[in-house]
Protein backbone atom coordinates (compact mmCIF):
# COMPACT_ATOMS: atom_id res chain seq x y z
CA UNK A 1 0.00 0.00 0.00
CA UNK A 2 1.09 3.34 -0.66
CA UNK A 3 0.56 6.25 1.71
CA UNK A 4 1.15 10.13 0.58
CA UNK A 5 2.30 12.77 2.76
CA UNK A 6 1.25 16.36 2.47
CA UNK A 7 4.80 18.46 1.56
CA UNK A 8 4.96 20.13 5.20
CA UNK A 9 6.80 16.85 6.44
CA UNK A 10 9.96 17.50 5.41
CA UNK A 11 12.49 15.26 3.97
CA UNK A 12 15.26 17.36 5.29
CA UNK A 13 13.74 16.52 8.60
CA UNK A 14 12.90 13.07 8.91
CA UNK A 15 10.70 12.07 11.94
CA UNK A 16 12.63 11.06 14.68
CA UNK A 17 12.18 6.88 15.72
CA UNK A 18 12.72 5.74 19.35
CA UNK A 19 11.77 1.97 19.81
CA UNK A 20 13.62 -1.12 20.10
CA UNK A 21 10.66 -2.98 19.23
CA UNK A 22 11.39 -4.60 15.63
CA UNK A 23 7.58 -4.40 14.75
CA UNK A 24 7.42 -0.98 15.87
CA UNK A 25 11.16 -0.05 13.86
CA UNK A 26 9.53 -1.67 10.73
CA UNK A 27 6.45 0.16 10.72
CA UNK A 28 8.03 3.20 10.82
CA UNK A 29 10.30 2.78 8.20
CA UNK A 30 7.69 1.01 5.80
CA UNK A 31 5.71 4.22 6.52
CA UNK A 32 8.13 6.49 5.31
CA UNK A 33 10.60 4.65 2.83
CA UNK A 34 7.70 2.98 1.09
CA UNK A 35 7.05 6.25 -0.36
CA UNK A 36 10.76 7.38 -1.28
CA UNK A 37 11.19 9.71 1.82
CA UNK A 38 14.16 9.40 4.00
CA UNK A 39 14.01 7.08 6.93
CA UNK A 40 13.16 7.59 10.74
CA UNK A 41 16.20 9.11 12.71
CA UNK A 42 16.97 6.31 15.47
CA UNK A 43 17.50 7.72 18.63
CA UNK A 44 19.18 5.65 21.20
CA UNK A 45 17.33 7.00 24.29
CA UNK A 46 14.86 9.37 25.64
CA UNK A 47 17.14 11.34 26.35
CA UNK A 48 18.55 11.68 22.83
CA UNK A 49 14.98 12.06 22.03
CA UNK A 50 14.68 15.46 24.39
CA UNK A 51 17.53 16.91 23.21
CA UNK A 52 16.61 17.11 19.97
CA UNK A 53 12.52 18.00 20.46
CA UNK A 54 13.11 20.60 23.49
CA UNK A 55 16.17 22.40 21.50
CA UNK A 56 17.17 23.65 17.87
CA UNK A 57 15.09 25.90 15.65
CA UNK A 58 13.59 23.75 14.17
CA UNK A 59 10.63 21.67 15.89
CA UNK A 60 11.11 17.56 15.16
CA UNK A 61 8.70 14.85 14.93
CA UNK A 62 9.21 12.28 17.06
CA UNK A 63 7.53 8.01 16.98
CA UNK A 64 7.88 6.92 20.23
CA UNK A 65 7.69 3.54 22.17
CA UNK A 66 7.04 4.55 26.10
CA UNK A 67 8.70 1.55 27.56
CA UNK A 68 11.78 2.63 24.90
CA UNK A 69 11.75 6.04 26.59
CA UNK A 70 12.94 4.80 30.45
CA UNK A 71 12.82 7.37 33.09
CA UNK A 72 12.75 10.07 30.46
CA UNK A 73 8.90 8.76 29.36
CA UNK A 74 7.36 11.55 32.13
CA UNK A 75 9.04 14.33 30.69
CA UNK A 76 8.36 13.19 26.62
CA UNK A 77 4.87 12.34 27.85
CA UNK A 78 4.01 16.10 29.10
CA UNK A 79 5.45 17.56 25.97
CA UNK A 80 2.96 15.39 24.51
CA UNK A 81 0.28 16.63 26.34
CA UNK A 82 1.31 20.22 25.97
CA UNK A 83 -1.18 22.49 23.66
CA UNK A 84 1.53 24.34 23.72
CA UNK A 85 4.75 22.49 22.19
CA UNK A 86 6.18 22.90 18.76
CA UNK A 87 6.85 19.29 19.44
CA UNK A 88 4.65 16.55 17.53
CA UNK A 89 4.87 13.45 19.13
CA UNK A 90 3.06 10.29 17.90
CA UNK A 91 3.07 7.36 20.58
CA UNK A 92 3.14 3.67 19.55
CA UNK A 93 0.84 1.80 21.97
CA UNK A 94 1.58 -1.50 23.07
CA UNK A 95 0.27 -3.62 25.81
CA UNK A 96 -2.35 -1.74 28.20
CA UNK A 97 -5.10 0.87 27.93
CA UNK A 98 -5.27 4.01 25.48
CA UNK A 99 -3.13 7.04 27.31
CA UNK A 100 -5.44 9.94 27.61
CA UNK A 101 -4.96 13.45 25.66
CA UNK A 102 -1.86 12.28 23.55
CA UNK A 103 -1.89 10.63 19.60
CA UNK A 104 -1.40 7.08 20.04
CA UNK A 105 -1.65 4.78 17.13
CA UNK A 106 -1.19 0.92 16.58
CA UNK A 107 2.20 -0.15 15.38
CA UNK A 108 1.27 -0.57 12.00
CA UNK A 109 2.21 1.16 8.82
CA UNK A 110 -0.92 2.98 7.92
CA UNK A 111 -2.08 4.02 11.32
CA UNK A 112 1.98 5.83 11.65
CA UNK A 113 1.45 7.31 8.13
CA UNK A 114 -1.63 9.05 8.91
CA UNK A 115 -0.67 10.11 12.31
CA UNK A 116 2.37 11.83 10.44
CA UNK A 117 -0.01 13.22 8.26
CA UNK A 118 -1.76 15.33 10.27
CA UNK A 119 -0.75 18.99 10.59
CA UNK A 120 2.42 19.97 12.60
CA UNK A 121 2.05 21.46 15.84
CA UNK A 122 1.67 25.47 15.56
CA UNK A 123 4.65 27.72 17.25
CA UNK A 124 3.37 30.39 19.90
CA UNK A 125 3.93 33.29 17.40
CA UNK A 126 2.09 36.07 15.81
CA UNK A 127 0.59 33.91 13.10
CA UNK A 128 -1.33 31.89 15.48
CA UNK A 129 -4.08 34.47 16.01
CA UNK A 130 -6.00 34.44 12.57
CA UNK A 131 -7.44 38.27 13.24
CA UNK A 132 -6.25 41.11 15.96
CA UNK A 133 -6.55 40.78 19.10
CA UNK A 134 -8.34 44.56 20.49
CA UNK A 135 -11.12 43.44 22.69
CA UNK A 136 -9.84 44.14 26.24
CA UNK A 137 -12.98 41.99 27.38
CA UNK A 138 -11.72 38.42 25.18
CA UNK A 139 -8.59 39.20 27.56
CA UNK A 140 -10.67 39.55 30.57
CA UNK A 141 -12.65 36.37 29.73
CA UNK A 142 -9.34 34.55 29.23
CA UNK A 143 -8.04 35.43 32.96
CA UNK A 144 -11.33 34.67 34.11
CA UNK A 145 -11.20 31.08 32.64
CA UNK A 146 -7.87 30.57 33.50
CA UNK A 147 -6.63 29.90 29.90
CA UNK A 148 -2.97 31.80 31.00
CA UNK A 149 0.10 29.35 31.37
CA UNK A 150 3.51 29.83 32.31
CA UNK A 151 6.36 27.93 30.05
CA UNK A 152 9.94 28.02 31.38
CA UNK A 153 13.21 28.52 29.84
CA UNK A 154 16.06 27.72 31.33
CA UNK A 155 19.03 30.39 31.75
CA UNK A 156 22.95 28.77 31.84
CA UNK A 157 25.70 29.97 33.22
CA UNK A 158 28.51 29.80 30.24
CA UNK A 159 31.45 28.76 32.92
CA UNK A 160 29.80 25.61 33.90
CA UNK A 161 26.38 25.14 31.88
CA UNK A 162 24.58 25.33 34.49
CA UNK A 163 21.00 26.38 35.14
CA UNK A 164 20.64 29.66 37.61
CA UNK A 165 17.41 31.16 36.52
CA UNK A 166 14.35 29.77 35.10
CA UNK A 167 12.37 32.76 32.66
CA UNK A 168 8.86 32.54 33.53
CA UNK A 169 7.17 33.13 30.03
CA UNK A 170 3.29 33.83 29.83
CA UNK A 171 1.08 31.65 27.61
CA UNK A 172 -2.45 32.53 26.22
CA UNK A 173 -4.09 29.17 25.15
CA UNK A 174 -7.90 30.54 24.17
CA UNK A 175 -10.08 27.92 24.10
CA UNK A 176 -11.93 28.77 21.06
CA UNK A 177 -8.23 28.73 18.92
CA UNK A 178 -4.86 28.59 18.40
CA UNK A 179 -2.37 30.03 20.68
CA UNK A 180 -1.85 33.81 21.23
CA UNK A 181 1.30 34.98 20.88
CA UNK A 182 2.53 37.36 23.88
CA UNK A 183 3.30 40.20 21.49
CA UNK A 184 -0.46 40.38 20.76
CA UNK A 185 -1.75 39.89 24.14
CA UNK A 186 0.79 41.83 26.41
CA UNK A 187 0.45 45.51 24.68
CA UNK A 188 -3.25 44.59 25.19
CA UNK A 189 -3.15 44.07 28.73
CA UNK A 190 -0.99 47.31 29.74
CA UNK A 191 -2.99 50.13 27.26
CA UNK A 192 -6.36 48.62 28.48
CA UNK A 193 -5.24 48.38 32.56
CA UNK A 194 -5.04 44.69 33.33
CA UNK A 195 -1.23 44.43 32.97
CA UNK A 196 -1.59 43.29 37.26
CA UNK A 197 -3.92 41.47 36.69
CA UNK A 198 -1.85 39.53 33.76
CA UNK A 199 0.94 39.39 35.83
CA UNK A 200 -1.04 37.52 39.31
CA UNK A 201 -2.42 35.29 37.22
CA UNK A 202 1.45 34.87 35.75
CA UNK A 203 3.25 34.43 39.18
CA UNK A 204 0.79 33.01 41.17
CA UNK A 205 1.04 29.65 38.73
CA UNK A 206 5.10 29.87 38.56
CA UNK A 207 5.15 30.41 42.23
CA UNK A 208 2.25 26.95 42.56
CA UNK A 209 4.78 24.91 40.00
CA UNK A 210 8.10 26.07 40.99
CA UNK A 211 7.74 25.96 44.74
CA UNK A 212 10.18 23.30 45.63
CA UNK A 213 13.82 23.73 44.55
CA UNK A 214 14.09 20.59 43.06
CA UNK A 215 10.81 21.67 40.26
CA UNK A 216 13.18 24.40 39.60
CA UNK A 217 16.12 22.62 39.54
CA UNK A 218 17.31 24.78 42.21
CA UNK A 219 17.44 27.86 40.41
CA UNK A 220 16.01 30.75 40.74
CA UNK A 221 12.36 31.92 38.92
CA UNK A 222 12.16 35.48 36.71
CA UNK A 223 9.32 37.01 36.35
CA UNK A 224 8.58 39.90 33.65
CA UNK A 225 7.18 43.19 34.88
CA UNK A 226 5.99 46.28 33.06
CA UNK A 227 7.55 50.11 34.50
CA UNK A 228 3.93 51.02 35.77
CA UNK A 229 3.89 48.01 37.99
CA UNK A 230 7.27 48.32 39.29
CA UNK A 231 7.20 51.45 40.19
CA UNK A 232 3.81 50.73 42.53
CA UNK A 233 5.03 51.00 46.07
CA UNK A 234 2.50 47.92 47.10
CA UNK A 235 4.25 45.67 44.16
CA UNK A 236 6.37 44.03 47.22
CA UNK A 237 3.15 43.19 49.37
CA UNK A 238 1.45 42.01 46.65
CA UNK A 239 3.98 39.63 45.22
CA UNK A 240 5.09 38.56 48.74
CA UNK A 241 1.58 37.54 49.84
CA UNK A 242 1.18 35.41 46.56
CA UNK A 243 4.81 34.02 47.32
CA UNK A 244 3.51 33.38 50.83
CA UNK A 245 0.10 31.82 49.76
CA UNK A 246 2.12 29.01 47.40
CA UNK A 247 5.17 28.39 50.14
CA UNK A 248 7.64 30.12 46.92
CA UNK A 249 10.74 31.43 48.73
CA UNK A 250 11.20 34.53 48.18
CA UNK A 251 15.00 34.70 47.70
CA UNK A 252 14.40 32.54 44.32
CA UNK A 253 12.64 35.23 42.56
CA UNK A 254 14.10 37.85 40.09
CA UNK A 255 12.11 40.11 37.93
CA UNK A 256 13.01 41.58 34.53
CA UNK A 257 12.00 45.42 33.68
CA UNK A 258 9.90 44.88 30.29
CA UNK A 259 11.29 47.45 27.14
CA UNK A 260 7.55 48.12 26.28
CA UNK A 261 7.50 51.91 28.47
CA UNK A 262 9.72 53.97 28.22
CA UNK A 263 10.84 55.50 31.58
CA UNK A 264 10.59 58.94 32.24
CA UNK A 265 11.15 59.36 35.86
CA UNK A 266 14.55 57.85 36.74
CA UNK A 267 14.42 58.98 40.40
CA UNK A 268 11.28 57.69 40.98
CA UNK A 269 12.31 54.17 39.38
CA UNK A 270 15.47 54.15 41.27
CA UNK A 271 13.64 54.30 44.46
CA UNK A 272 11.44 51.03 43.58
CA UNK A 273 14.90 49.25 42.90
CA UNK A 274 16.20 50.30 46.11
CA UNK A 275 12.95 48.99 47.88
CA UNK A 276 13.20 46.05 45.68
CA UNK A 277 16.98 45.45 46.67
CA UNK A 278 16.52 46.06 50.31
CA UNK A 279 13.95 43.09 50.15
CA UNK A 280 16.20 41.13 48.40
CA UNK A 281 14.54 41.08 45.46
CA UNK A 282 16.93 41.54 42.44
CA UNK A 283 15.81 43.22 38.64
CA UNK A 284 17.75 42.81 35.43
CA UNK A 285 16.47 44.87 32.35
CA UNK A 286 15.30 42.67 29.56
CA UNK A 287 16.20 43.22 25.93
CA UNK A 288 18.70 45.36 25.28
CA UNK A 289 19.51 46.24 21.87
CA UNK A 290 22.15 47.87 19.86
CA UNK A 291 22.23 51.80 20.02
CA UNK A 292 19.48 51.38 23.01
CA UNK A 293 18.38 54.49 25.13
CA UNK A 294 17.85 52.75 28.01
CA UNK A 295 21.40 51.99 28.47
CA UNK A 296 21.78 54.93 30.59
CA UNK A 297 19.22 53.34 33.04
CA UNK A 298 22.55 50.91 33.75
CA UNK A 299 23.15 53.36 36.17
CA UNK A 300 20.57 52.76 38.13
CA UNK A 301 20.67 49.36 40.71
CA UNK A 302 19.69 46.99 38.52
CA UNK A 303 21.47 43.60 39.18
CA UNK A 304 22.09 42.94 35.23
CA UNK A 305 21.35 43.46 31.85
CA UNK A 306 19.50 40.55 29.05
CA UNK A 307 21.17 41.38 25.69
CA UNK A 308 18.28 41.25 22.85
CA UNK A 309 17.97 38.76 20.65
CA UNK A 310 18.76 40.13 17.76
CA UNK A 311 21.92 42.03 19.03
CA UNK A 312 23.60 38.64 19.86
CA UNK A 313 22.29 37.26 16.66
CA UNK A 314 24.53 40.18 14.82
CA UNK A 315 27.49 39.12 16.86
CA UNK A 316 29.65 36.64 14.38
CA UNK A 317 28.96 38.65 11.34
CA UNK A 318 28.89 42.10 12.72
CA UNK A 319 32.19 43.91 13.56
CA UNK A 320 29.44 46.67 14.73
CA UNK A 321 27.11 44.43 17.10
CA UNK A 322 30.77 43.07 18.49
CA UNK A 323 31.73 45.90 19.52
CA UNK A 324 28.06 47.22 21.23
CA UNK A 325 27.77 44.06 23.09
CA UNK A 326 31.92 43.96 24.66
CA UNK A 327 31.14 47.86 25.73
CA UNK A 328 28.08 46.86 27.33
CA UNK A 329 29.57 43.76 29.09
CA UNK A 330 33.09 46.19 30.33
CA UNK A 331 30.38 48.46 31.85
CA UNK A 332 27.96 45.84 33.17
CA UNK A 333 30.82 44.19 34.78
CA UNK A 334 32.07 47.44 35.99
CA UNK A 335 28.97 47.95 38.17
CA UNK A 336 28.80 44.10 39.09
CA UNK A 337 25.90 43.05 36.45
CA UNK A 338 25.43 40.04 35.06
CA UNK A 339 24.70 39.71 31.29
CA UNK A 340 22.46 37.39 29.72
CA UNK A 341 22.69 36.51 25.76
CA UNK A 342 19.17 35.66 24.73
CA UNK A 343 18.66 34.25 21.46
CA UNK A 344 21.92 31.77 21.41
CA UNK A 345 20.11 29.60 19.11
CA UNK A 346 23.38 27.26 18.02
CA UNK A 347 27.23 27.07 18.72
CA UNK A 348 28.51 29.63 16.90
CA UNK A 349 26.38 32.14 18.69
CA UNK A 350 27.13 30.58 22.44
CA UNK A 351 30.80 30.72 21.57
CA UNK A 352 30.53 34.35 20.07
CA UNK A 353 28.32 35.05 23.52
CA UNK A 354 30.95 33.63 25.60
CA UNK A 355 33.72 35.23 23.85
CA UNK A 356 32.02 38.69 24.55
CA UNK A 357 32.25 37.93 27.82
CA UNK A 358 28.71 37.30 28.69
CA UNK A 359 28.33 35.44 31.94
CA UNK A 360 24.40 33.81 30.78
CA UNK A 361 22.95 32.27 27.60
CA UNK A 362 19.18 31.32 27.23
CA UNK A 363 18.24 30.20 23.86
CA UNK A 364 17.18 27.22 21.62
CA UNK A 365 20.64 25.82 21.86
CA UNK A 366 19.82 25.75 25.55
CA UNK A 367 16.36 24.66 25.42
CA UNK A 368 12.83 25.80 23.88
CA UNK A 369 10.25 26.80 27.03
CA UNK A 370 9.03 24.23 29.09
CA UNK A 371 6.02 23.07 30.83
CA UNK A 372 7.03 22.33 34.71
CA UNK A 373 6.36 18.56 33.93
CA UNK A 374 9.10 18.40 31.25
CA UNK A 375 12.05 20.44 32.97
CA UNK A 376 13.65 17.42 34.86
CA UNK A 377 13.69 15.66 31.67
CA UNK A 378 15.34 18.84 30.17
CA UNK A 379 17.82 18.93 32.72
CA UNK A 380 18.71 15.55 32.52
CA UNK A 381 19.14 15.62 28.69
CA UNK A 382 20.89 18.40 29.02
CA UNK A 383 23.60 16.81 31.80
CA UNK A 384 24.65 14.25 28.55
CA UNK A 385 25.14 17.06 26.41
CA UNK A 386 28.48 18.09 24.54
CA UNK A 387 29.57 21.61 25.90
CA UNK A 388 29.31 24.01 23.29
CA UNK A 389 32.33 26.14 22.46
CA UNK A 390 33.95 24.67 25.29
CA UNK A 391 37.66 24.81 24.04
CA UNK A 392 36.79 28.92 23.35
CA UNK A 393 38.76 31.43 26.06
CA UNK A 394 36.62 33.98 27.74
CA UNK A 395 37.87 37.39 27.45
CA UNK A 396 38.50 39.47 30.48
CA UNK A 397 36.79 42.35 31.02
CA UNK A 398 37.99 43.40 34.59
CA UNK A 399 37.62 46.41 33.68
Not at 61 to 81: D, I, N
Not at 348 to 362: K, P, S, T
Request: glycine letters at 8%; charged letters at 20%.
Amino acid sequence: MAFRFPPNLDEADPPLLLADDPAIVSAAQAAMMGLGRLAPQRVASGREALHHLLGGDRPRRLVCQPSAAGSSWPALLATARDPLSSAGIVVVLEDGPPIAGINAVLPRAADLAAALSLPEPVAMASTAMPFPLTDPAELASGLARGEFMVRYQPILRVADRRPVLLEGLARWHRHTTTPVGPELFIPLAESSGQARALTEAVACAAFREMATAPARLGASISLNLPLALLLERDVLPWLRGMMAGQRFPASALILELTETTPVRDRPALRRALRRLEAAGVPVLIDDMGLEDDRAALMELPFAGIKLDRHLVGALPGSRRARAEVERLIRHAHRRRMTVTAEGVSDSRLWRAAAMAGADHVQGYAVSRPLSAAALAGWASAWRGKRPHGSAVPRRSHSG
